[in-house]
């Protein structure tokens, strides 16, 4: 019997995995089921937002009508961790013969289950089958010359282009419904996965029905993404694809992403500066922290990648990461930002920055701390892109902002919500000042509008040219002991 274990790849269009392991079955006349194992236990050490649980429950039940009408059985299963999917395939190698077909997982923890349970099959006589399908081109595939992993991203994605002209990019149709109702796995003493809704149906306004995951794709292509270059920096306007929760839990691939792209983009794709090619560029970053991740598997102990950066003395200080997390810093597009993330569990990139920026910048946290609580509260929450994006405005990783390059907090709100029209939606207590006075309303207390409603808002915790100069000192400290100490 071929199984097919869901993990990070739940869906039916271009997917390797469910196709090689239908059509080996065909040419074996072996039966093939379907087999998702939720771990909360895991998922709860990880820190996986409650939102992306909920979305990941939603899409396994859809995933299982879907699988019905291909005449495979889906079974969902609960094994509290991952040590526990150990337990389910030595039980089910009791009863059957199997081959378990998987996508390649790239985190540690993940890496070191598959060890475990091909281990456990291998011990029976039967095998685990890998498919590193994550990415176009899959980690290790693009390299420098030495062959070594590219540490900054445009000869990258440069060398990722030309290999996307050389090969295209193939998508594999939806499987065909098979003859006859497929194989199931009986007789088992295993825990079912509640699919049921357990009150928490905080995802619900993320469809997960494949065609309606389709159709986003395809309107985005059709009807945003001319404008994306112009417009994505922009909270207050809906102009990105909000594909990345599908992206990672791969209720849609990057290649379905790609070739739709180019079927209506036409040639726009690939000239520079066109909105479709810097949407393809975002996919390209996506995979570039791929490759990343795979090649300096230390990231994923939470090592910065500029290793001397991890000597800098980051505070820890408790009621400055508390006004950062529920947004009352006092910086209004901050803090509308961080009631976005814990209001919808989404937040636009540019705003991702900005108080990423702020968190390491301005108050001196720990980038971990950010990329913590960012990976509790995301729909799209992925290891190598949050770590990647939190490593990156904290200048601590590959390709990162500068150190002395500091956003300005106050500046960027200018610029990238010039209205306040984001800030007022998410920080009630501004609405009623102008275009002007929204983003820094401190020094406008006496304005006669509202005064009370802003006396509400919270003063700023820090102020941000003394800030900077504290951030400067911090890197300079281990920028000039990493010099010192490579002079020996
Ligand atoms: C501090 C920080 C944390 C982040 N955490 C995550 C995360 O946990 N998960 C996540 O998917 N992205 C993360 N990003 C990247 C980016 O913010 C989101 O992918 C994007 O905002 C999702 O919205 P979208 O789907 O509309 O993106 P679009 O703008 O439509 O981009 C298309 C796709 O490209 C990919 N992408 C876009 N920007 C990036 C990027 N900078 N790095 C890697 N991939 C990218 C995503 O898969 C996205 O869906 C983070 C960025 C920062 C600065």
Redo the contacts with the bound molecule.
């Keep these: 019997m071929n199984i097919i274990w869901f993990r990070n790849d739940l869906r039916l269009y271009d997917n390797k995995v469910l196709c090689s392991a239908i059509a080996d079955a065909q040419q074996r006349n072996a039966a093939v089921v379907g087999l998702f194992i939720a771990t909360p236990d895991t998922w709860q050490q990880h820190n996986m937002a409650a939102i992306k649980q909920d979305f990941i429950r939603r899409r396994v039940v859809c995933l299982k009508q879907e699988l019905a009408q291909l005449n495979i059985v889906l079974h969902t299963l609960e094994g509290t961790d991952y040590a526990a999917t150990c337990d389910v395939f030595a039980q089910v190698q009791q009863h059957y013969k199997i081959k378990v077909f998987v996508q390649t997982d790239y985190e540690l923890d993940e890496r070191l289950r598959d060890h475990k349970v091909t281990a456990c099959l291998e011990s029976a006589g039967n095998e685990l089958i890998s498919f590193d399908s994550q990415c176009i081109m899959p980690p290790g595939s693009i390299c420098t010359q030495q062959q070594t992993m590219y540490k900054v991203f445009t000869p990258f994605k440069r060398n990722w282009l030309s290999r996307l002209a050389e090969q295209g990019v193939q998508c594999l149709p939806k499987p065909k419904t098979l003859n006859v109702a497929n194989g199931q796995l009986v007789d088992l003493h295993l825990t079912a996965y509640s699919t049921m809704q357990n009150g928490d149906n905080s995802s619900i306004k993320w469809p997960v029905e494949q065609n309606e995951i389709i159709d986003q794709l395809r309107d985005?292509c059709q009807h945003k993404v001319a404008d994306?270059e112009k417009k994505?920096d922009f909270p207050a306007i809906s102009a990105?694809?909000?594909?990345?929760?599908y992206?990672?839990i791969g209720a849609i691939s990057a290649g379905q992403?790609v070739a739709r792209l180019q079927l209506e983009a036409n040639d726009t794709w690939s000239l520079a500066k066109t909105g479709a090619e810097v949407?393809l560029s975002?996919?390209i970053?996506?995979e570039?922290?791929k490759h990343i991740l795979v090649a300096y598997p230390d990231l994923i102990k939470h090592h910065a990648f500029q290793t001397e950066t991890d000597n800098i003395r980051w505070s820890q200080d408790q009621t400055l990461f508390n006004a950062w997390c529920s947004g009352n810093t006092g910086y209004p597009l901050v803090d509308a930002a961080m009631r976005q993330l814990n209001q919808t569990g989404?937040?636009?990139?540019r705003l991702?920055?900005i108080?990423?920026s702020f968190l390491v910048k301005d108050l001196q946290l720990d980038w971990r701390l950010?990329?913590r609580y960012?990976?509790s509260k995301?729909i799209?929450?992925?290891?190598?892109?949050?770590n990647?994006?939190?490593q990156?405005?904290a200048s601590t990783g590959t390709d990162a902002v500068p150190y002395f390059r500091i956003f300005n907090p106050i500046t960027q709100s200018e610029r990238f919500d010039p209205k306040g029209d984001f800030i007022r939606l998410y920080v009630p207590e501004l609405a009623s000042l102008d275009a002007k006075a929204i983003h820094w309303p401190h020094k406008n207390t006496q304005l006669s509008t509202a005064i009370s409603d802003i006396k509400s808002y919270a003063a700023p915790i820090v102020d941000h040219a003394q800030a900077r100069k504290i951030t400067l000192a911090l890197f300079a400290e281990v920028k000039k002991t990493d010099e010192s100490t490579s002079k020996d």
Excluded: P
């Design positions: 985005f994306y994505r990105t694809s909000k594909l990345a929760a992206l990672a992403c949407w975002e996919l970053w996506r570039f922290y989404w937040m636009h990139n991702r920055m108080t990423a950010g990329e960012f990976m995301l799209d929450g992925d290891f190598s892109a949050n990647g994006g939190w990156w405005a």
